[in-house]
């Protein structure tokens, strides 16, 4: 692979275009080579199955992926039209979905693009938040996928709530290098009755999503069955993304400050503002 291509998130920043109307957008002749695919017939199966993976989800592929020609220079000052795409964001986190999975940049543009895809889904203007509001939108992304995740473990047989803590161990073994539920807790500081993912600051919560994700829907993507199988699948994705956040250079999550406030106090302080705010109308 070319030198200039890096396996970081900043490579996919680098071809990432803004039209007149401030909408970003990648084009698929210039993701190519940057996703490593030699030839353009066998990238272009990875965005047809994307295209149907974006259709069975509800959504119209055409508003995603815009199909546009480029004009290309040929021998004796000839010119040939050949096919390309104007991606969205989302478009290209379903492409790298169905990637080639043994390719090294897959795994770190399956990371980019599902947590930059997530935010955007989370709140149009994310990056605008404030460090509190992206916890409180994150963290009830997570409440609301590991309800999924819950229920793709105990298709897979993980029926018995001693199992389920397991299974959630083994994520969290892979996330953190090892480390434990029981093991994090301590780290962190926290009293029993504390939850984990309550005193986490944005950047963990949004990798602990990641975990939880794409966990979901491998387990079912795959019909992975056993509870020792499911725990295997919860680990290795959380060890592949604790390996794609060192690709990005980004900090191991056992790293990462212990915000000062909790969820649940932010909750509170987000409901008093809200009544205050209805007792000034």
Sequence with gaps: MNDLVKYSEGTFEIIKHVNEYGQEYWLAR???????????????EAIDRAKLACQNSGIDPSDHFAEVSKTIPMP??????????MLSRYACYLIVMNGDPRKEV????QSY??????????????????EDQKRLAIR????????SLAEAAQMAGVIDPKDYAIFQNKGYQGLYGGLGAKEIHERKGLKKSQKILDHMGSTE??????????TD????????????????????????????????????????????????QLEREQERRKLKDGECQ
Excluded: C
């Excluded at 693009?113 to 404030?130: C, H, P």
């Design 140 to 147: 009830n992304e997570m409440t609301a996928h590991n309800k």
């Design 205 to 214: 919560l949004a990798a602990n999503l990641f975990r939880a994700t794409q």
């Design 30 to 44: 210039e993701l190519q080579p940057i996703l490593d695919y030699a030839q353009w017939r066998n990238f272009n």
């Design 217 to 264: 829907e491998k387990l079912r993507r795959e019909n992975i069955r056993g509870k020792h199988a499911a725990n295997e699948v919860h680990f290795q994705v959380g060890k592949k993304v604790r390996e794609t956040i060192k690709e990005l250079g980004g900090t191991m999550p056992e790293n990462l400050p212990t915000p000062e406030k909790s969820i649940a």
């Design 113 to 130: 693009f599902a947590v930059k895809t997530r935010q955007q889904e989370l709140i149009e203007n994310y990056d605008e938040l404030s």
């Design 106 to 109: 897959i795994a770190v543009g």
């Design 76 to 85: 004796k000052n000839a010119s040939k039209d050949i096919q390309d795409y």
